[in-house]
């Protein structure tokens, strides 16, 4: 089983940029979706981006401009690099990987243990 780590994570000031990394312990090639999520205090958690295994981007409205996705097969490793960092941006952010027909199941498919972004002056 295919294990998730993410890194990257931290105190950050509005404006600033962090770039988190989603490492597996296996290969992802084979993995359909690579995304990251977040969940702030008292919310529900929330898609924030993926990449498909074939290089395509989709991101949440709320961050669309601002974070970048992108995957190292190579490396087995999933990237969110956040720039122009606003309060409202602060939570816990996982990183999930799933197949096409799981991935509107949360259920299912691989999670990390989250890192925490907090963004304040």
């Known amino acids: 089983q295919v294990q998730l780590v993410e890194s990257g994570g931290g105190l950050v000031q509005p404006g600033g940029s962090l770039r988190l990394s989603c490492a597996a312990s296996g290969s992802i090639f084979t993995i359909d979706r690579m995304g990251w999520y977040r969940q702030a205090p008292g919310k529900q958690r929330e898609l924030v981006a993926f990449?498909?295994?074939?290089?395509?981007?989709n991101y949440a409205d709320s961050v669309k401009g601002r974070f970048t996705i992108s995957r190292d097969n190579a490396k087995n490793t999933v990237y969110l690099q956040m720039n122009s960092l606003k309060s409202e941006d602060t939570a816990i952010y996982y990183c999930?990987?799933?197949?096409?027909?799981?991935?509107?199941?949360?259920?299912?498919?691989?999670w990390g243990q989250g890192t925490q972004v907090t963004v304040s002056s």
């Open positions: 990449i498909t295994s074939g290089g395509v981007e």
């Open positions: 999930r990987g799933a197949s096409y027909s799981t991935w509107s199941r949360p259920e299912f498919g691989l």
